[in-house]
């Protein structure tokens, strides 16, 4: 059973921007903290940021003041605007609920920054 979708990825310049939308199954998006994560390769899945049902955010220092976590409630979807990025934010990315081991994962979308 497929809970989130995400996209949005894409191949951007060291400076550029993406944004990245996930929609939730009602399920999740209702009761959960939603939460950006991503895996570079040959490393381990790492959270980048979470936001709460009432709004509230919480980011990982890395991307602290560069990325952006957004509810919009009507849409049951959750954004990651990326700005300022730089060739280490290259990762596939997913979002889940918050803790993440209650759901499956999605499929993932490939952000890939570089020259």
Not at 25 to 40: L, V
């Amino acid at each position: 059973q497929v809970h989130v979708v995400e996209s949005g990825g894409g191949l951007v310049q060291p400076g550029g921007s993406l944004r990245l939308s996930c929609v939730a199954s009602a399920t999740i998006y209702s009761m959960y903290r939603m939460g950006w994560y991503r895996q570079a390769p040959g490393k381990k899945r790492e959270q980048v940021a979470v936001i709460t049902t009432g709004g509230s955010t919480n980011y990982a220092d890395s991307v602290k003041g560069r990325f952006t976590i957004s509810r919009d409630n009507a849409k049951n979807t959750v954004h990651l605007q990326m700005n300022s990025l730089k060739p280490e934010d290259t990762a596939v990315y997913y979002c889940n609920a918050v803790p993440s081991n209650i759901y499956a994962w999605g499929q993932g979308t490939q952000v890939t920054v570089s020259s």
